[in-house]
């Protein structure tokens, strides 16, 4: 899909698909941090639970989940813009929230649940460093040549009080599971080393 251009066709099934879901929940995050906590990628931001807590309300909550259909219908008109549709052609909206009541919910849940862990994390110091941050390094790999690996990082943070600070690698999916090196090649765990390792290698490029 990326390198060819080639891509499967989307299937019009009546649930979202778990890889749906999750950009979701990641459109909603990112527009409650970057709108009403003041997340730019540029610059520590320190957020308290009552900052957490002001936008958790069902209000705050319809508008991020409204913002990720936003968001999501754009991705998906960007994708097939090259190939299915032409840039004067009006576009109906792929995503349609009344379509997908129950993925709604779901989605509205996840958030909350991510709210709730980062306002108990808040009362202990929290600060947002990077959110869905693009990190990519180069490898050699013998007989192939120098490849570039990496990802979009859903968070980069910093945990804890005053001297005794953590700096994170967040991935929403994990659900706070702590991250294991003996279990570094299996899935999730290896997704997390290769974005550490990214994180690693742009140390200088983190803002």
Not at 81 to 98: A, I, M, R
Not at 140 to 148: C, F, N, S, Y
Request: charged content about 30%; some cysteine.
């Amino acid at each position: 899909e990326y390198i060819q251009g080639l891509r499967e066709e989307d299937k019009e099934d009546a649930v979202f698909t778990p890889a749906e879901l999750g950009s979701f929940v990641h459109a909603a995050m990112e527009h409650l941090y970057r709108t009403h906590l003041g997340c730019d990628n540029k610059h520590t931001i320190t957020v308290t639970s009552d900052r957490i807590e002001g936008i958790s309300d069902d209000n705050h909550l319809a508008e991020a989940l409204q913002m990720a259909y936003k968001a999501m219908n754009k991705k998906w008109v960007d994708k097939h813009k090259s190939g299915d549709l032409t840039d004067n052609e009006p576009v109906p909206d792929h995503y349609l929230p009344e379509m997908h009541r129950s993925d709604n919910e779901v989605i509205i849940s996840f958030v909350r649940n991510i709210l709730e862990r980062d306002k108990q994390d808040a009362a202990a110091g929290l600060q947002i460093c990077l959110l869905e941050a693009p990190r990519y390094f180069r490898v050699d790999v013998e007989g192939v040549g120098t490849v570039q690996t990496g990802g979009i990082i859903d968070r980069l943070d910093i945990y804890g009080p005053a001297g005794e600070e953590t700096l994170r690698v967040v991935d929403y999916k994990s659900s706070g599971k702590p991250f294991r090196l003996s279990d570094a090649m299996q899935g999730l765990n290896l997704q997390m080393l290769i974005y550490l390792f990214a994180i690693g290698e742009n140390g200088k490029e983190l803002f």
